[in-house]
T-cell receptor, first 113, second 115 residues
C-alpha cells in the first residue's frame, strides 16, 4: 500500500505557484520522497526527490518538513501544461520487492487560465 | 539522449489470445521495470529485470511474464488474455537496480484493449 496521503484534486490559476501537499507520517529515516506526474494517458514523468533537505531543480521545488512527516511540491509558475496527476511516493529501501515505486491515487492538479 | 520507447503503442486482442509488448530502455540503463495501470487499481508494479534476470516481482498471476535481452531491451508477455487485462502497460528504466537512489524514467506506455 502507498504510504502517502494527498488531496484528490486541486486548482491553480495560470502563472501562480502551485503548492501540492503530501503527508507521509510513517516515513522511515532512510526513505526518500519522490514526486512524479502523469499527464493524461502518458507515462509518469519524474519531477524531483529528496531525503530531508529542501531540493530545487528546473521543474520544481520540494520542501520537506523538519520531522519529515510531510512535504510540499511547488511549481513556481504553473502553466496549462502542468495540468496532470501528481504522485508523491515514499521510496522504500531496496530489498526483495521493495525497490520499485508504489503509487497512490495522487492529486489531480487543474491549472486554469 | 533518447527516452524509453515502447512498442506497439496501441493493441487490440481478444480473450484467450496472448500478447507480447516491447520496451527499449534509455541507452546505458540496465534495469527495466514493468507496471500496469488501470482505472480501478491505479499503477501497479509487475516485475523488474536487470542483467537479463528477473530481480523483483509484484503480485500478478503467472500469465504475466517477461524477459530481458543482453542489450537491456525487455519484452513482457501476457498469455490467455482476460478482459481485466485491458490496461496501459508502462515500462520504466533506470541505470541500476531500482533502489532508493535510482530514478526510474517511464516510457509512453502500450494501451492494450482485450475484447
Amino acid at each position: 500500500d502507498a504510504k502517502t496521503t494527498q488531496p484528490p484534486s486541486m486548482d491553480c490559476a495560470e502563472g501562480r505557484a502551485a503548492n501540492l501537499p503530501c503527508n507521509h507520517s510513517t516515513i522511515s529515516g532512510n526513505e526518500y520522497v519522490y514526486w512524479y506526474r502523469q499527464i493524461h494517458s502518458q507515462g509518469p514523468q519524474y519531477i524531483i526527490h529528496g531525503l530531508k533537505n529542501n531540493e530545487t531543480n528546473e521543474m520544481a521545488s520540494l520542501i520537506i518538513t523538519e520531522d519529515r512527516k510531510s512535504s510540499t511540491l511547488i511549481l513556481p509558475h504553473a502553466t496549462l501544461r502542468d495540468t496532470a496527476v501528481y504522485y508523491c511516493i515514499v521510496r522504500p529501501n531496496y530489498g526483495g520487492s521493495q525497490g520499485n515505486l508504489i503509487f497512490g491515487k495522487g492529486t489531480k492538479l487543474s491549472v486554469k487560465p | 539522449k533518447a527516452g524509453v520507447t515502447q512498442t506497439p503503442r496501441y493493441l487490440i486482442k481478444t480473450r484467450g489470445q496472448q500478447v507480447t509488448l516491447s520496451c527499449s530502455p534509455i541507452s546505458g540503463h540496465r534495469s527495466v521495470s514493468w507496471y500496469q495501470q488501470t482505472p480501478g487499481q491505479g499503477l501497479q508494479f509487475l516485475f523488474e529485470y536487470f542483467s537479463e534476470t528477473q530481480r523483483n516481482k509484484g503480485n500478478f498471476p503467472g500469465r504475466f511474464s517477461g524477459r530481458q535481452f543482453s542489450n537491456s531491451r525487455s519484452e513482457m508477455n501476457v498469455s490467455t488474455l482476460e478482459l481485466g487485462d485491458s490496461a496501459l502497460y508502462l515500462c520504466a528504466s533506470s541505470l541500476g537496480l531500482a533502489g532508493v537512489l535510482e530514478t526510474q524514467y517511464f516510457g509512453p506506455g502500450t494501451r492494450l484493449l482485450v475484447l
